[in-house]
């Protein structure tokens, strides 16, 4: 495939995620509306968490798609690999966002456990059914863009709501056979504590990408030993693999290249670039080649 065709593929499933992110945005809004008015209505911590969940939703869906916009506007001399990285930017806000909410769940939980309030079941349990079959919903049009990092963002905070309303809906029966009022703010407690975990996954997840840590999936040592293993390379050294952007490997290294091997250099890089597209799906590689007898000038890392 060609550079102009790769990009060109590229550019299509952006494009798909961008419209994907526009109808999840329209639908994720009608649900924030129908469970913050429900929340009020029934006087429930655990559907209000879970409308304050949904306002993350939105805004993390909001964020991914200003980040797909910024993503694709076209490289400059000062910005040689374009916008792409806004879009882990967006993603790490997402995560911080999360972490932020949880926290204040945890407390108004720990107040409610306290001095738990008279709950209205019929609509808490409405309210929350109508969330969770919007997220179904949600989560089925975002499903097909999950290699996304960012995209994948938004998707876990939609899964992350997914399941809170379906704790809600099960607190409202619990509520409305047993009495136990308490349990609205247990349920508070544990969407707060499943709101942290999906937070602290999309910020590692983000940090990795921005501290050019080796992708998730690819092991250095292996991308080595399959580039020595090539025909006409002798050694490889300063190898480096990182992400431009969530789905895009970037490759950077010195190839130590025999003394006349077959096709000579230009032989050589063509199937060590082949190699490395078709085992390990990278294609943003930037190869030094160097003759046994070449002596190294300045500071390797």
Aim: net charge negative; proline share 2%.
């Amino acid at each position: 495939m060609t550079h102009h065709a790769a990009h060109a593929t590229g550019s299509g499933h952006r494009s798909s995620e961008r419209r994907r992110l526009k109808i999840a945005i329209v639908l994720t809004g009608l649900i924030l509306l129908v469970e913050a008015v429900g929340g009020v209505w029934a006087n429930s911590l655990a559907l209000l968490s879970d409308a304050g969940h949904v306002l993350t939703d939105l805004a993390a869906l909001a964020l991914a798609y200003g980040a797909f916009v910024l993503a694709s506007k076209p490289a400059t001399a000062r910005k040689t690999y374009g916008w792409h990285r806004i879009e882990i930017l967006a993603a790490l806000v997402n995560g911080a966002l999360l972490l932020a909410l949880s926290a204040g769940i945890l407390y108004e939980s720990t107040q409610r456990f306290k001095a738990p309030p008279e709950v209205e079941v019929a609509p808490m349990a409405i309210a929350a059914i109508l969330g969770f079959l919007g997220n179904i919903a949600v989560m089925a049009i975002l499903m097909g863009g999950r290699s996304n990092l960012n995209l994948r963002g938004a998707m876990l905070h939609v899964m992350g709501d997914t399941l809170s309303s379906m704790g809600v809906i099960l607190t409202s029966i619990l509520i409305a056979f047993t009495g136990w009022r308490r349990a609205d703010a247990v349920m508070g407690m544990i969407i707060g504590l499943v709101i942290i975990v999906v937070s602290i996954q999309l910020l590692r997840q983000s940090v990795d990408v921005l501290l050019e840590a080796t992708p998730e999936g690819i092991e250095l040592v292996e991308v080595s030993d399959a580039i020595v293993g090539i025909e006409g390379v002798r050694e490889v050294h300063d190898l480096h693999i990182w992400s431009i952007t969530s789905g895009m490997p970037a490759l950077s290294g010195h190839v130590v290249v025999e003394n006349g091997a077959c096709g000579g250099t230009d032989g050589v890089l063509h199937r060590i670039k082949r190699m490395l597209h078709e085992r390990f799906s990278i294609t943003h590689t930037t190869l030094q080649l160097e003759s046994p007898d070449y002596e190294e000038y300045g500071e390797i890392h």
